[in-house]
């Protein structure tokens, strides 16, 4: 079974920064894309960055200011969090597709990490 856990969330002040951490572990054949969500209290759930191979994409709001990262081989991946702000605030997931031992899809989301910026 595929599993996704995060670390790294902490409470910061604003300006500052954070890096979280994302690791998948289980059978893999294929890790084909990574991807950081966030989700504030009363809001839906957003995308902050996702890298699949060379392609990364970035929400509008983080743009600039954080940075994705990824290693298939460790099945690890990273989000650096620059230049903080009290809106940034909010529970972050990691979430991991590709194809498992059996060759079946996969694509699974982690319990989240909480990240908090005070003003």
């Known amino acids: ?64 200011r954080f940075t994705i990262s990824s290693d298939n081989a460790e099945k690890t991946a990273h989000l650096q969090m620059n230049n903080l702000k009290p809106e940034d605030t909010a529970v972050y997931y990691c979430n991991a597709r590709g194809l498992d031992g059996t060759g079946r899809g996969y694509n699974v989301l982690g319990r989240g990490t909480q990240v908090t910026v005070s003003s």
Do not use: H, N
């Open 1 to 64: 079974q595929v599993q996704v856990v995060e670390s790294g969330g902490d409470t910061v002040q604003s300006g500052g920064s954070l890096r979280l951490s994302c690791a998948v572990s289980g059978s893999i054949s294929r890790l084909s894309a990574m991807a950081w969500y966030r989700q504030a209290p009363g809001k839906e759930r957003e995308m902050v960055a996702l890298v699949s191979g060379t392609f990364i994409k970035y929400g509008e709001s983080v743009k600039g």
